[in-house]
């Protein structure tokens, strides 16, 4: 398999899965809403409007670098389809690596935020995390463990991947 037919399965799934990310964020920015009651019945457990405020931007700056992750990626593949060889000129060889490079980055940022967002997301519903509630606990540990081990298995397979691909210019 050519390294231009990787490239072009891998801008696939990567353009997949920061479009089931994006969706996810519209639809955690429909719980941003003020004076929102969390499910826990103290009143001073409930998250407030800056818990609101951060999810608001965190999900808007996830969205952002799945944006310019996807769109990196997309571009990649137009090239890719341009020049369907190997590129003899070392310039288009750095430049392909480099919004390789960006688009991981990208989608990496936006991985680390979106998380984040969920974090908020599940103290608006749940309770603060301050409160101590057991089911917001639960939920928060839940999301951040299954992150961290994926995110450990992703990033070094990228760092990789990316090592890979500067060491061939």
């Avoid at 696939?12 to 929102?36: E, H, K, M, R, W």
């Avoid at 301050?130 to 961290?148: D, E, F, R």
Wanted: glycine share 4%; with cysteine.
């Amino acid at each position: 398999m050519s390294s231009i037919s990787i490239y072009d399965k891998e801008l696939d799934d990567l353009v997949n899965v920061n479009s089931l990310f994006t969706i996810a964020v519209f639809i955690g920015l429909a719980y941003a809403t003020p004076g929102q009651r969390s499910l826990d019945d103290r009143e001073e457990c409930d998250a407030g409007a800056s818990i609101s405020r951060r999810l608001v931007i965190y999900e808007v700056v996830a969205f952002s670098f799945f944006l310019l992750s996807s769109l990196l990626a997309k571009t990649l593949k137009m090239y890719i389809s341009i020049f369907k060889v190997e590129s003899k000129r070392k310039i288009l060889r750095i430049i392909r690596v480099v919004m390789l490079t960006l688009s991981a980055l990208g989608s990496v940022i936006g991985c680390v935020f979106f998380l984040l967002s969920i974090i908020h997301l599940v103290e608006i519903r749940l309770g603060r995390l301050s409160c101590g509630s057991p089911s917001t606990w639960i939920a928060a540990g839940t999301v951040m463990t299954v992150a961290s081990v994926v995110l450990i298995f992703y990033v070094p397979t990228v760092v990789y991947i990316l090592y890979v691909a500067w060491r061939e210019i």
